[in-house]
C-alpha cells in the first residue's frame, strides 16, 4: 500500500530512507561574520556639466573610477572613509 503525503497517487515509500539521512534543519548562518559588507547608499548629486567632465578625466588619468576618486577626496578632507570602502568593487 501506497503512502500519500500530499503528492497524491506518488509512492514515497522509497524517499523515506533518502529522507532520513537527510538533515532536518538548514544550517545556521553566522551573522557575525565580519566580511560582510554593508550594502552602499545610493546618493546623488547635481554637478555643472564642466565639474562632472572634469571629475571623469582625472578619474580616467589616475586610472580609478569616479566612486573611488571622490571617496579619495572625502578622506583627505577628514570624512572616515577606509581603505576597503574606496577599493574598486568591480576588480574583487
Known amino acids: 500500500m501506497s503512502k500519500s503525503n500530499n503528492l497524491g497517487d506518488i ?12 538533515p532536518t534543519t538548514q544550517p545556521v548562518k553566522d551573522k557575525s561574520n ?24 582625472k578619474a580616467a588619468t589616475a586610472d580609478k573610477t569616479q566612486r573611488e576618486f571622490i571617496l579619495e577626496g572625502l578622506k583627505l578632507m577628514g570624512i572616515d572613509v ?9 576588480k574583487s
Open 82 to 90: 577606509k581603505d576597503e570602502d574606496i577599493a574598486d568593487r568591480r
Open 34 to 57: 565580519k566580511n560582510q559588507t554593508e550594502k552602499d547608499v545610493t546618493f546623488t548629486l547635481r554637478i555643472p556639466p564642466r565639474i562632472a567632465k572634469d571629475l571623469k578625466i
Open 11 to 22: 509512492d514515497v515509500t522509497a524517499l523515506e530512507g533518502l529522507a532520513s539521512n537527510l
